[in-house]
């Protein structure tokens, strides 16, 4: 899937798998794509500026090869990859140091933290040695939480997940939840990021609200845009 991020409403190209060729779609296979917002005309903008595109390449293989054969083919017009969970679990910091002293890659780590607060900053200090651009934690751990992350990891873009996509609003309700998916995350967004979050992750369909109630120097990141042909395994 495409997420997108943006900051201070500089919106990119809506059409961004045009910045691939053929053999470089071939070789992403079923490679999640994270878009950093959306945008206009991607490709002449890049282009013209000599920029790498607003998007994030989600990472999302347990093979360490397949992972590097990604990220060198996407390398000439993506910098950001997100590493999660699953790259966590199998290859650990060492993974995650192979894959950036091997290119520029800057990392999007995406490991949800959410914890005590105590347990949180502790983790989220420890991760600030890999030097990520970004580190998820989980805006409904609180504003505790979210502070104790911001503090320990000073230099690190903490990004708060509001409400997981893959949640109906049935599910929302059973797991406690007072208000619908839009309501809830835009409460947690401001919540996140009066704690000093610096990035929030939200469903595309809520960054209009959440965009009204935060800093525009907030970044909002965004999944769920995949290219033709692939299908959604979250």
């Not at 208000?179 to 839009?182: E, F, Q, Y």
């Not at 109630?213 to 525009?216: A, I, K, P, R, T």
């Given at each position: 899937s495409f997420?997108?991020?943006s900051?201070?409403r500089?919106?990119?190209?809506?059409?961004c798998?045009?910045?691939?060729?053929?053999?470089t779609?071939?070789?992403?296979n079923?490679a999640?794509?994270?878009?950093?917002?959306?945008s206009?005309?991607?490709?002449?903008?890049?282009r013209e500026a000599?920029?790498?595109a607003?998007?994030?390449?989600?990472?999302d293989?347990p093979?360490?090869?397949?992972?590097?054969?990604?990220?060198?083919?996407t390398r000439e017009?993506i910098?950001?990859y997100k590493?999660?969970l699953?790259?966590?679990?199998?290859f650990?910091?060492?993974?995650?140091?192979?894959v950036?002293?091997?290119s520029?890659?800057?990392i999007?780590?995406d490991l949800?933290?959410?914890?005590i607060p105590?347990?949180?900053?502790?983790?989220?200090?420890?991760?600030?040695?890999l030097?990520?651009l970004?580190l998820?934690?989980?805006?409904?751990?609180?504003s505790s939480m979210v502070?104790a992350?911001?503090?320990a990891a000073?230099?690190?873009?903490?990004?708060a997940?509001t409400?997981?996509?893959s949640l109906?609003e049935?599910e929302?309700?059973?797991?406690g939840?007072a208000?619908?998916?839009?309501e809830?995350?835009?409460a947690l967004?401001?919540?996140?990021?009066?704690?000093g979050?610096?990035?929030i992750?939200c469903?595309?369909?809520?960054i209009a609200a959440?965009?009204a109630?935060?800093?525009?120097e907030v970044k909002?990141?965004?999944p769920g845009?995949?290219?033709?042909?692939?299908?959604?395994?979250?």
């Open positions: 997420w997108s991020f900051g201070n500089k919106f990119w190209g809506s059409n798998v045009d910045i691939y060729s053929e053999r779609r071939r070789s992403l079923s999640r794509i994270y878009i950093i917002e959306a206009y005309r991607l490709r002449a903008s890049l000599d920029m790498t607003p998007i994030i390449l989600a990472v293989t093979d360490f090869d397949t992972a590097n054969r990604w990220i060198e083919a017009n910098s950001v590493l999660g699953e790259f966590f679990i199998n650990g910091k060492e993974g995650i140091r192979a950036t002293e091997n520029d890659a800057k999007f780590l949800k933290l959410h914890d105590n347990t949180v900053g502790h983790a989220a200090q420890n991760a600030a040695t030097n990520p970004f998820t934690v989980h805006a409904s751990g609180g502070s992350a911001v503090n000073p230099h690190v873009g903490i990004t997940v409400i997981l996509t109906s049935d929302l309700f059973r797991v939840f208000n619908p998916a839009l809830s995350a835009v967004a401001e919540l996140a990021t009066s704690a979050a610096q990035a992750v469903s595309p369909l809520e959440i965009r109630v935060v800093s525009s909002i990141i965004t845009v995949r290219p033709a042909g692939t299908e959604g395994g979250d």
